[in-house]
């Protein structure tokens, strides 16, 4: 799997921050969403395991509705990463519903980065 693009920016990819830059799950107000300015690894993984209510660490390669997704919170994801500029649609996770094919897809999707 290749996330590089979303971590670091190559390939031509958006310009991402850099994996830690993340707000950290437990700096943040009980019931607060994770905001996301730029999209990293980081934080969609830790986007993904508030709405699991998993540690990011604890994510594996386990099917993410039977670690408790559900669609509305699936929806929830979607919108986040397309306000963030990533084109992913609802269905397009749903069919493969790991943080990995995830990671893969939206580093796929990325906006282009403006030259100069």
Do not use: N
């Not at 830690?20 to 300015?37: K, N």
């Not at 209510?53 to 594996?60: M, Q, S």
């Not at 963030?84 to 580093?107: C, H, I, K, M, Q």
């Amino acid at each position: 799997m290749d996330t590089s693009a979303i971590v670091d920016g190559s390939g031509g990819a958006a310009s991402v921050a850099p994996a830690g830059s993340a707000t950290p799950v437990g700096s943040r107000p009980p019931g607060a969403a994770v905001m996301v300015e730029r999209l990293t690894a980081a934080a969609i993984r830790a986007e993904v395991a508030e709405l699991v209510h998993r540690c990011p660490e604890d994510l594996g390669p386990q099917d993410l509705f039977e670690c408790g997704l559900d669609s509305i919170r699936l929806l929830s994801l979607v919108e986040r990463w397309r306000a963030a500029g990533v084109e992913a649609s609802f269905v397009e996770l749903a069919e493969r519903p790991t943080l990995d094919d995830w990671l893969t897809l939206l580093a796929s999707r990325l906006p282009a980065v403006p030259d100069g």
